[in-house]
């Protein structure tokens, strides 16, 4: 057996680095399992000829289709949205937009402003501070005094605009809609080590260059360097439970796919809202029959998603196709309640800059735009680098149909049972798209688009996994408290997007982060009655 | 020569299905996916997609009654056609193949005006732009709603 620590961290992504980085100053012992490795900045698809191709194999951003050994498979088959995530140091923010909008005040208060779903027992006043921490510590580009939010700084310039966003901005102006540079952690000057962007491309399946900030080259060495051990290439199969019914520790297969058990006084879960659900319904025990921390029967419930409403079309002159980040703008227009609608809620425009060459080619094909033989050349020609495209990312409400469970059949390398979806968007959503939709095509059509299409759902759009153990005061209908700790086992915290009551309609990552920095603070001022 | 586990029919017919797919052209001075240096990039980029481009190999010859490789011009296109009426995944991954090893050919590169290139080290060059557009939304008043606790 190996000695017990103080803090147990299962995930080095998003979370897992954020929480690891702000307890380190306590000295305790911390020691975080992280079932991929590190990625070099060699092994990035923009270092070869092949970079486009490799989103479809090694770097595939659905871990069905990547099914590397440290991929875990997921049966989506009902789910019209299937999971995007990748494994590794970093976890998903290797492979991310590094789009960083915030939640917005009232995404925290949905039942007290719209009566629908629940509030969250926390605000974003709370949040805010470490909303600004974690934009330092990530290092975030973006303007200052967009109306959509509170006043905030982002430590650097915006991303440059482009010959797409310039076409965005003077369609939204004609419109007289709201639109903004982005907040994204892609650094626009050389900050904390990292040199600025120099627009290698799309770059969500990771930054050759270091710009994009993912937190293995942000938050881990510096909680590296204050004594945090990060043990890669480590799967962890369940929480085990001592006879008080608290945590223990974990069982886990090492790099050599030897079982090992790491006892631990707390254990924190950050495996993101797919892998925390599977991980807490495989740790099942006496005390914890229908898994660890579920006597409210709601873990692996309430799986909110975004959908993704991406509407296109084509210009009559060259933009910027794959030059640059894909995301530079956001419009919020649409994103409050409007009680006018025939929804609640609302959504996040985000616009595209345009797609590589190779992309073009297969989506086009897949739309039925490209002919075969000799009309192939004229009619690529005039599609690549002239696509102009937006999505609407819809806030998608909690519902316990909407579950994460456990495959009785699938199970991963290791022989642990893989979890299985089971997901419907809901009437409001779809209304909601169905609105996005519509509203893009009006952009698009002032943007001087023509030949407009539709991908809606977005299939390989499910980014954000959220809402399979949420937050709440109540432990009747909440797995964990309002800073994270499990109602029924109070050596265990949370700290993804699992604990999230509502979605918003942003990328959640900013949010994810700054909960965990609110969560670690929170155990940090709890230490001398933490279980109490 | 790659292992990519297909019978030589089955290669014939994949590179006849690709040059007629993609056919070459002297108007934009292109190569054919058919042609030899692109064809054997596409065969040795099967991977993932071996199961599904064998069952449509073997899909496309059942329509076809035969090797498609060895049907006149005109009983080709009928075949082909028919095939991509009722091709489904298996024909979609096969086409993705084609289409990922064509499009980054040094010749189709230049030929669309692309440098023929890794995007690192050099990266790419992409404009400011006019922030004064944002003007209007800077005059805005605050959007977001906020959140009365009394």
Request: with cysteine.
């Amino acid at each position: 057996m190996l000695d017990k620590v103080d803090v147990l961290i299962v995930g080095s992504g998003a979370s897992g680095a954020a929480v690891a980085w702000s307890l380190a100053d306590t000295r305790m012992r911390i020691v975080c399992l992280e079932q991929g490795d590190w990625v070099k900045p060699t092994d990035y698809p923009s270092n070869g000829r092949d970079w486009e191709a490799r989103l479809f194999s090694d770097f595939a951003i659905n871990p069905n289709r990547r099914a590397r050994p440290t991929d875990y498979p997921i049966n989506d088959a009902n789910s019209p949205i299937k999971v995007v995530n990748f494994n590794g140091v970093g976890g998903s923010t290797i492979m991310y937009t590094a789009h960083f909008p915030r939640m917005h005040p009232s995404d925290f208060k949905v039942r007290t402003l719209d009566g629908v779903a629940d509030d969250w027992p926390i605000d974003y006043a709370t949040l805010e501070p470490y909303f600004a921490e974690n934009d330092r510590m990530m290092g975030v580009s973006g303007l200052a005094g967009d109306p959509a939010y509170p006043p905030h700084q982002p430590p650097m310039p915006p991303l440059p605009l482009g010959k797409s966003g310039a076409r965005f901005g003077k369609a939204m102006n004609q419109l007289g809609w709201h639109w903004w540079p982005s907040d994204s952690t892609i650094a626009t000057t050389d900050y904390e080590g990292r040199a600025r962007c120099i627009n290698l491309g799309h770059c969500t399946p990771g930054c050759a260059q270091g710009a994009k900030a993912s937190t293995d080259i942000t938050y881990w060495p510096h909680a590296i360097r204050a004594g945090v051990e990060l043990r890669t290439m480590c799967r962890v199969r369940e929480v085990t439970v001592d006879e008080h019914g608290m945590a223990s520790g974990v069982v886990y297969y090492d790099a050599e796919g030897k079982e090992q058990f790491q006892p631990a006084e707390v254990v924190i879960l950050a495996c993101n809202g797919v892998g925390t659900p599977r991980l807490m319904l495989n740790s099942v025990s006496a005390k914890f029959p229908d898994g660890i921390a579920n006597s409210s029967g709601l873990v692996g419930k309430n799986l909110m998603f975004h959908p993704y409403a991406l509407t296109y079309g084509y210009v009559d002159e060259p933009l910027d196709g794959n030059h640059g980040p894909p995301l530079c703008l956001w419009s919020q227009e649409f994103y409050e309640t409007d009680p006018g609608r025939d929804f609640v809620r609302g959504y996040t425009f985000q616009f595209g800059r345009g797609v590589g060459a190779i992309m073009e080619a297969i989506v086009s094909a897949n739309a039925g735009r490209l002919p075969w033989g000799e009309d192939h050349h004229g009619a690529y020609r005039k599609l690549v680098n002239r696509r102009i495209g937006l999505s609407a990312i819809c806030e998608d409400l909690p519902e316990e149909h909407n579950r994460v469970t456990l495959d009785p059949d699938l199970k991963d390398s290791s022989g642990i049972p893989a979890p299985r979806l089971d997901y419907t968007i809901s009437a409001n959503s779809l209304k909601m798209m169905d609105h996005g939709i519509a509203r893009a095509k009006e952009i698009l059509t002032a943007a001087g688009a023509s030949n407009i299409a539709v991908e809606s759902p977005i299939l390989n759009g499910g980014w954000h996994l959220l809402g399979t153990a949420r937050m709440g005061t109540d432990p009747e209908r909440s797995v964990v408290n309002e800073w994270g700790r499990c109602h029924d086992v109070k050596n265990l915290f949370i700290v993804d997007g699992s604990i999230w009551v509502t979605s918003g309609g942003v990328n959640p990552t900013s949010t994810i982060q700054a909960l965990a920095l609110y969560i670690a603070d929170s155990i940090k001022q709890r230490l001398a009655n933490l279980f109490d | 020569m790659p292992n990519h586990d297909l019978t030589a029919e089955q290669v014939r017919d994949l590179r006849a299905l690709a040059g007629m797919m993609i056919p070459q052209s002297a108007v934009y001075d292109v190569p054919g996916a058919d042609d030899e240096k692109i064809f054997n990039d596409i065969l040795r980029s099967l991977e993932r997609d071996r199961d599904d481009i064998r069952r449509a190999l073997s899909h496309l010859a059942a329509i076809g009654g035969g090797a498609f490789a060895d049907l006149e011009a005109q009983r080709r296109s009928e075949v082909a056609a028919a095939f991509r009426e009722v091709g489904g995944a298996p024909l979609a991954a096969l086409v993705r193949v084609v289409l990922l090893c064509y499009y980054r050919d040094d010749r189709v590169m230049r030929s669309l005006g692309q440098e023929a290139r890794p995007p690192f080290p050099r990266g790419h060059v992409v404009e400011q732009g006019d922030w004064s557009l944002l003007d209007p939304v800077r005059a805005r008043p605050p959007m977001y709603r906020t959140i009365n606790t009394e």
